[in-house]
């Protein structure tokens, strides 16, 4: 590979400019540099989100509340010829402790299920955060770090059986595909990649409005794009999809075009903007967690002073920092449809 700022003089060393060349190619040649020259500020919408070699140990300093994957195993190898049910799965967000509280709200958490034919074992396949939402979303401000400090994993659990109640008492448990154990092999070979190379869990879709087709500068990364990709990559394969209406909740930040400002050396290092250090720990000192009653009171009213009244919101995204110039609605939850894929629609990316 060439090194950045290199030229290639191509095929025998000779450049193809000159004295002899005509007028035209010259305005060719500057309209292309010019391109070429503005292209690394053009901020490509939405920011793809950003893919890594391998996944990090998890500090000791972050640690779950509720233990990631407890009963978690390795995906097995199904017989070529088995046939695989593969069923859609949605409960509401924490309904094990809540019930159906966040189910009012269409604050679901959606899983795929599988069901071997031949062995007559059910599997649950699911991807969520590995030291819960919170700490995924907002950092902590440690008081001997100058930077704020991210417990921000996410990654796919896969264990044996699927709990009905679980699911169908508040939620879905509904066939959606069958497929061949082939299929369901080269699936989780995918899986694998998909897991070891998204690690982050990301929250917030930021669009510029809620009207249809409005930009949108960040997409999410969680439970329910899991689950599509997952659904994408099968239908890839040949899986064909039944005709039923399937919904996701989305949590949507609303702002102007963002403003890139940095990642964690530019902004909080020995060289770093200490103005903007400042603002970025003020803005994300309300978040914090384990507050007394007065003080989450007291929070949510320096949230709204924020967010509503001044119209900030700084993102952290691909472990760099953006400001959000928020605009009304500022905020909304939805439960939106996207429907289930094609047989052989190509997946992009991964």
């Not at 590979?1 to 193809?16: F, I, L, N, T, Y």
């Not at 879709?205 to 087709?213: C, L, N």
């Not at 400042?278 to 949230?303: G, N």
Request: proline fraction near 7%; charged fraction near 20%; charge should be positive.
């Amino acid at each position: 590979m060439a090194r950045a700022g290199s030229a290639d003089p191509g095929v025998g060393g000779h450049w193809a400019a000159g004295p002899g060349c005509a007028p035209w190619r010259w305005a060719l040649a500057l309209l292309w540099l010019a391109t070429a020259a503005g292209g690394p500020s053009r901020r490509q919408w939405p920011v793809p989100y950003k893919r890594f070699s391998f996944r990090p140990e998890p500090d000791p300093y972050c640690q779950a509340k509720y233990t990631f994957c407890p009963t978690g195993s390795p995906i097995p190898v199904m017989k070529g010829d088995d046939v695989i049910e593969v069923f859609r799965l949605q409960t509401p967000v924490w309904e094990f402790k809540y019930g159906n509280l966040l189910g009012h709200l269409k604050i679901m958490h959606d899983a795929i299920g599988f069901k071997s034919t031949l062995t007559g074992k059910n599997y649950t396949m699911e991807w969520y955060e590995l030291f819960q939402l919170g700490n995924c979303t907002f950092p902590h401000l440690r008081p001997e770090m100058n930077a704020p400090f991210w417990c921000n994993q996410g990654a796919a659990c896969f264990f044996e059986g699927i709990d009905d109640i679980h699911w169908k008492e508040n939620g879905t448990l509904v066939l959606v595909a069958t497929i061949s154990g082939n299929t369901f092999n080269q699936m989780a070979k995918w899986v694998k990649r998909d897991n070891e190379t998204g690690i982050y869990y990301e929250t917030w879709t930021v669009q510029a409005s809620p009207t249809k087709g409005a930009e949108t500068w960040f997409e999410s990364y969680d439970c329910s794009k899991f689950v599509l990709r997952t659904y994408k990559k099968l239908a890839e394969l040949g899986a064909e999809f039944k005709k039923i209406e399937t919904n996701y909740t989305r949590i949507f930040l609303y702002s102007g075009e963002p403003t890139y400002l940095g990642n964690e050396t530019s902004i909080f290092g020995p060289t770093g903007n200490k103005t903007l250090a400042l603002a970025i720990k003020r803005f994300y000192y309300p978040f914090k967690p384990h507050l007394s009653t007065k003080e989450f009171l007291l929070s949510i009213l320096q949230i709204f002073d924020a967010v509503i009244i001044h119209r900030e919101f700084y993102l952290f995204y691909n472990f760099e920092y953006w400001f959000l110039p928020m605009k009304f609605p500022f905020i909304k939850i939805t439960y939106e449809e996207i429907p289930l894929p094609k047989r052989n629609e190509t997946l992009s990316g991964l």
